[in-house]
């Protein structure tokens, strides 16, 4: 808030440049009051960007929550990698960028997940880590791997990492969506990768 982080931006500020570098981190509707206040000229594009992203946000949140049930009904256990296990550490979650849900399942589970997907899913892309898929406008990546070290021993050692806590992930809230997320300190080695 204003009150611990007064600012005071140079008369001179290039808001167009700050709005990009902002954007580059996905985090440009975090401060949308400042920008807002600050660069008046542009406040209504900053309030409807931001809008358009809280819409966005709940639509992804709500498929992810359905996309949970599915798989804890089927006996799936999986957990939400970045996305919605970034989001629980900012202040405001929904105002987060997010682009697609990343959703990891043990290897011996990957192949009855897929199974299990595409039912309502439509496979877009495949790769070595994982699958695209895509449902009213929303894109999954379903991992059957997820680091992309090029030391394929690190690679392998986080992978296996993220494997053995899968069946510790804890569930977390935002609003009215829960979500398994891995144990703190595994997330946070994904979040800094």
């Not at 981190?25 to 358009?52: G, K, P, T």
């Not at 849900?101 to 070595?128: H, M, T, Y």
Request: hydrophobic share 40%; with cysteine; glycine share 4%.
């Amino acid at each position: 808030g204003r009150e611990r982080f007064p600012f005071s931006p140079a008369p001179d500020t290039d808001w167009k440049a700050v709005y990009t570098e902002l954007q580059l981190q996905a985090v440009q509707h975090l401060c949308v009051d400042v920008l807002a206040s600050a660069d008046r000229a542009n406040m209504f594009y900053y309030i409807q960007n931001l809008s358009e992203n809280v819409r966005k946000w709940h639509q992804l949140m709500e498929q992810q929550q359905e996309l949970i049930t599915e798989m804890s009904q089927a006996g799936i256990p999986c957990a939400i990698l970045k996305g919605a296990a970034a989001d629980q550490y900012y202040p405001k979650p929904e105002y987060r960028c997010m682009g697609d849900i990343d959703l990891i399942v043990r290897p011996e589970d990957f192949d009855r997940a897929l199974a299990l997907v595409q039912k309502d899913w439509e496979l877009l892309l495949e790769n070595s880590r994982h699958k695209d898929l895509r449902r009213n406008g929303v894109l999954l990546e379903l991992h059957r791997a997820f680091s992309s070290f090029r030391a394929p021993q690190l690679s392998q050692f986080l992978d296996n990492a993220i494997f053995d806590s899968i069946p510790q992930a804890e569930n977390r809230r935002l609003g009215k969506f829960t979500f398994p997320c891995l144990p703190r300190k595994i997330n946070g080695l994904i979040l800094l990768t």
